[in-house]
């Protein structure tokens, strides 16, 4: 399973199918490297280094922005301008990865695990 079937992430930040093509670019690098069938574990656990703190981001940005979008944000309510206020700056995170660092750290971890 990948992106938000894998992340269980709700759909605020609109990042589910952002996540499963990051997941699969992972993880094409890795499986790309394995030479051999015992590798794949290591593989997994590299995957799942890179991936679950990036994921888990985007999980905890997604509940707070329905805290927002909902008029549940203390200080923010219903108020347009306190919205695009408090929600402006909650994507560029995601579009901020840097793709290729991202799949050296998976490899090198990847490296050190096999």
Do not use: N
């Not at 269980?8 to 992972?26: C, F, K, L, R, Y």
């Not at 794949?40 to 890179?50: E, L, T």
């Amino acid at each position: 399973m990948i992106g938000d079937a894998a992340h269980a992430m709700t759909p605020w930040q609109g990042s589910g199918a952002g996540q499963a093509i990051e997941d699969v670019m992972i993880l094409d690098a890795l499986f790309g490297e394995i030479k051999e069938g015992t590798e794949i574990p290591a593989a997994f656990k590299a995957f799942d280094a890179v991936r679950r703190p990036r994921s888990q981001q985007v999980i905890e940005s997604s509940a707070g922005t329905a805290k927002i979008l909902c008029g549940k944000e203390p200080g923010v309510g219903l108020d347009p301008d306190k919205i695009r206020e408090a929600t402006g700056p909650r994507w560029g995170f995601i579009f901020a990865l840097d793709y290729k660092e991202h799949k050296t750290d998976a490899l090198s971890r990847f490296a050190q695990l096999k």
